[in-house]
């Protein structure tokens, strides 16, 4: 079984993720696997040069930060750095889940962008990670060290908890207020795991 891991910026799912990793399950992250295929793979570096040019890669590392600015106020960049690096990142995942499930009943994918990448066709549970917007601006403000409207426009950039909600198989709250490890405990029981 496949289940992935979802929910806005902010609002706790590496937190999550790193206590189910604690737990002994494999975890894919992502966003971790995103930024080390931007590094390595020939095709997106080439993909990204000739959108935003030369100035976009430091020598061998991606400049985040340049194509953070890029993507968070294009729709038009979004997409196209979304259709260059989910292929990628898809076909890494398929590859290490194939290989995880050889030893494994469950394993999990986590994921700010489960819909929006297409990822969740090869999901079969989703586990949502929610929190209020004013805790998830403020854990973000002391993480990034960003200004209130460049987190806004992220936050603005991405799908709402309530289509999220909608299309989640279980629901961790991460309010600091219920206890994260019994709520995954739940989750595993209703897994039956």
């Not at 570096?45 to 040019?53: D, K, M, V």
């Not at 586990?127 to 200004?147: A, G, H, M």
């Not at 603005?156 to 198989?169: F, I």
Request: aromatic share 8%.
């Amino acid at each position: 079984m496949i289940v992935g891991i979802t929910g806005g910026i902010g609002c706790g799912k590496s937190v999550v993720s790193k206590i189910i990793d604690l737990m002994g399950y494999p975890i894919y992250d992502s966003d971790k696997n995103a930024k080390k295929l931007t590094d390595e793979s020939n095709k997106i570096r080439q993909g990204l040069i000739i959108r935003f040019g030369q100035k976009i890669y430091e020598g061998e590392r991606l400049n985040r930060k340049l194509l953070a600015k890029e993507i968070f106020t294009d729709e038009e960049n979004r997409a196209y750095v979304n259709e260059l690096i989910h292929p990628v990142v898809l076909d890494d995942f398929l590859q290490w889940s194939k290989s995880q499930l050889k030893n494994n009943r469950i394993v999990f994918i986590e994921s700010a962008i489960l819909f929006e990448s297409g990822f969740y066709k090869y999901v079969d549970k989703i586990l949502l990670v929610t929190s209020s917007q004013d805790l998830r601006i403020e854990r973000i403000k002391k993480r990034d060290n960003l200004p209130v409207e460049d987190i806004m426009s992220r936050l603005n950039s991405q799908l709402s908890q309530e289509y999220l909600l909608e299309r989640a198989d279980f629901i961790v709250q991460n309010d600091e207020k219920k206890s994260l490890l019994k709520q995954i405990i739940m989750l595993f029981d209703s897994l039956n795991v």
